[in-house]
T-cell receptor, first 111, second 115 residues
C-alpha cells in the first residue's frame, strides 16, 4: 500500500524567508507525485506534479519540488515566501489508481 | 470557467437523518471522486465513478452511498449520519485517460455538521 508522510504539521515563517516542506512516500512501483495547496476558504489546487524526467519540477507561484528517488522524497521549496502563501499544503502520491494524501502542513507567513 | 461545483458549502443535519451532498462539473471528465477529510487529517478516498462504473474503497462504510445519474453530476448519500461523519467532503474529477498520470481537480468541498 502507498503512504505519504509530511514531516511538519505547522510551519511559521516571516515574509522573505525560505521554505522547505518535507514529504516522504512509500510505494513499490512507479510513482507520480503531487503537491496541492489549499488557501483559506478555497478548494484544493494543484501546485505542481512530477511524472518522469527532470526531477526538479517547477510549479505555480514560484514553488518547486525535487524528486529524490533514493530518499523516497518530494520536498517542496520556495526561496522567498509571501504573506499570501499562507495556506495548507498537501503532498500526494499516485500509484496505478488511488491518490493518497499526506496529512498536510499548515504554513503561516507573518508580514 | 470550467470547474467542479459543490453545493451547499455547509450542510447541517441531525443524527440519523439521511443527507445528500451534490457535486457537478463542467469539465466533461470521465471520473468523479468523493473524499472525506476530517479535521487535521488527509483527504481519504471514499469511492469513485469511472463513467458509470462504481468503485468503492474497501474501508468505506456501508452508510455511504453514491449516485451518478449523468456525466456532470455525482451525489454522496449518507443514510444515517453519525457524529463521527462530521467532516469536509470533497468532490474531484479527472479525465480518465491518463492512468497513473491523472491529475485530479477538486471542488470547494461541503462541510457537514451532524447535530
Amino acid at each position: 500500500a502507498q503512504s505519504v508522510s509530511q514531516h511538519n504539521h505547522h510551519v511559521i515563517l516571516s515574509e522573505a524567508a525560505s521554505l522547505e516542506l518535507g514529504c516522504n512516500y512509500s510505494y513499490g512501483g512507479t510513482v507520480n507525485l503531487f503537491w496541492y495547496v489549499q488557501y483559506p476558504g478555497q478548494h484544493l489546487q494543484l501546485l505542481l506534479k512530477y511524472f518522469s524526467g527532470d526531477p526538479l519540477v517547477k510549479g505555480i507561484k514560484g514553488f518547486e519540488a525535487e524528486f529524490i528517488k533514493s530518499k523516497f522524497s518530494f520536498n517542496l521549496r520556495k526561496p522567498s515566501v509571501q504573506w499570501s502563501d499562507t495556506a495548507e499544503y498537501f503532498c500526494a502520491v499516485k500509484g496505478y489508481s488511488t491518490l493518497t494524501f499526506g496529512k498536510g502542513t499548515m504554513l503561516l507567513v507573518s508580514p | 470557467d470550467a470547474m467542479v461545483i459543490q453545493n451547499p458549502r455547509y450542510q447541517v443535519t441531525q443524527f440519523g437523518k439521511p443527507v445528500t451532498l451534490s457535486c457537478s462539473q463542467t469539465l466533461n471528465h470521465n471520473v468523479m471522486y468523493w473524499y472525506q477529510q476530517k479535521s487535521s487529517q488527509a483527504p481519504k478516498l471514499l469511492f469513485h465513478y469511472y463513467d458509470k462504473d462504481f468503485n468503492n474503497e474497501a474501508d468505506t462504510p456501508d452508510n455511504f452511498q453514491s449516485r451518478r445519474p449523468n456525466t456532470s453530476f455525482c451525489f454522496l448519500d449518507i443514510r444515517s449520519p453519525g457524529l463521527g461523519d462530521a467532516a469536509m467532503y470533497l468532490c474531484a474529477t479527472s479525465r480518465g485517460e491518463g492512468g497513473a498520470r491523472e491529475t485530479q481537480y477538486f471542488g470547494p468541498g461541503t462541510r457537514l455538521l451532524v447535530l
